[in-house]
């Protein structure tokens, strides 16, 4: 089968070409990517030779090209979007655009080109924040907190309203939180280990005692697979690594496996309307799907660690130009507060 894959030279993007294009030899892939400051090609450096593989440089928010891409397309793989909270919480205009009004424009041409299927890559965030106990179901109700979230959210809702409305055979995945190769230095886990690898302080949110639920990436591209493949339509399944972690013992994992002391540690201001605790409850995906998590944390960690320490030109151009001004932005004043430095 053809499958387009928008977003497909971000971090889960990139991760579920490549992995794809190993594991099924019959398939092809279309990369839909417009290259923010997220995407990236070199992402896609060990597949942009492979014949089955096609890369395409347009807007999710731009129905001629996404028209133009779907020829002979068989599944879409939805998963572009702007995907970082705090960008969100400064401005949350790109995030409206690409995430709803891209949704909608990429339902609407599917419908026209009569594609097969349509998977909604979506997140755990749509749900909010968890008390100390219990987990998401894919009942649990959507209370999204941030921009972010809510533009999640909302694109759920539209791709559920084209399923019950046109028919379209849709349906969502929500994943809890990624770690692994090709992810923007940006989110906690690249960001601390970049930091950290350059000596840079760490710049920990509040108490640190947030909770995430950590999956290694190729975990959920396994789990887009069996469910872009064998997934009911009109359904939504969760995915999880069943992994919950606090922030601050992350970040002091971080350090120990690298060497660095633990006074590179700062707790600054934090992030407002900060989400507490993520957990998800996967045993539907489990027991419909087949699907479990592979990857144990101590060893997927270590080997994301490993795969930061041996692609130092990777993550080093990643954190060149732009990035500096929104380092700063982010983080200058906060860690100047917190006694720390405001460079990365
Ligand atoms: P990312 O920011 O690394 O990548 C996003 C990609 O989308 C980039 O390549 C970017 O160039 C592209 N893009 C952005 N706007 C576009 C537009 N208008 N048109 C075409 N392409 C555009 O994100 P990620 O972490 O790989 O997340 C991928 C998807 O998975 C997102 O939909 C996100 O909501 C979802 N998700 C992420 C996580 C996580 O932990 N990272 C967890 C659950 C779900
Ligand atoms: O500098 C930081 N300091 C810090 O303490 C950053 C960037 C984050 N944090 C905290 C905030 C969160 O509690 O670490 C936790 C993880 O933060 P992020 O990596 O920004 O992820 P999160 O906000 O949990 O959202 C992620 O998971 C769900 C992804 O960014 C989303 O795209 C995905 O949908």
């Not at 970049?194 to 190729?218: F, K, M, S």
Request: charged letters at 25%.
């Amino acid at each position: 089968m053809r499958i387009l894959v928008t977003g497909g030279a971000g971090f889960i993007g990139a991760n579920f070409v490549q992995h794809v294009l190993a594991t099924h030899a019959e398939d092809e892939v279309v990369t839909f990517d417009l290259l923010t400051y997220a995407g990236n090609l070199a992402n896609l450096e060990p597949v942009m030779r492979n014949p089955r593989h096609r890369f395409v440089r347009a807007d999710v928010a731009d129905p001629t090209a996404v028209t133009a891409a779907l020829v002979g397309v068989d599944a879409i793989v939805h998963m572009a979007a702007e995907s970082h909270v705090d960008r969100s919480i400064a401005d949350a205009s790109d995030f409206l655009r690409t995430n709803v009004v891209g949704t909608q424009v990429v339902l609407d041409a599917a419908r026209a080109a009569k594609v097969r299927r349509f998977l909604q890559v979506s997140t755990d965030e749509v749900y909010g924040s968890l008390g100390p106990t219990g987990a998401f179901t894919e009942e649990s109700a959507l209370r999204p907190s941030s921009p972010y979230a809510a533009s999640k959210a909302a694109a759920d809702l539209l791709v559920h309203a084209a399923h019950h409305t046109h028919g379209i055979d849709a349906l969502i995945s929500r994943c809890s939180n990624n770690y692994g190769p090709y992810q923007f230095p940006e989110k906690l886990i690249p960001l601390f280990v970049t930091n950290a690898l350059a000596d840079e302080p760490l710049p920990l949110y509040g108490d640190g005692c947030q909770v995430r639920d950590w999956i290694h990436v190729v975990d959920h591209c396994r789990a887009l697979d069996v469910i872009v493949r064998r997934g009911r339509a009109g359904e939504t399944y969760n995915v999880g690594g069943g992994n919950e972690r606090r922030n601050v013992d992350v970040a002091t994992l971080i350090l120990e496996t690298l060497g660095k002391p633990q006074t590179l540690l700062r707790h600054i201001e934090d992030r407002p309307g900060h989400d507490r605790r993520y957990a998800i409850d996967a045993s539907k995906t489990a027991r419909e799907l087949g699907w479990a998590p592979q990857e144990p944390f101590a060893a997927g960690i270590a080997a994301t660690i490993d795969w930061y320490r041996k692609n130092r030109a990777w993550w080093e151009a990643v954190k060149s130009g732009a990035y500096r001004d929104y380092y700063e932005r982010m983080y200058g004043a906060r860690l100047r507060a917190a006694g720390g430095e405001g460079r990365s």
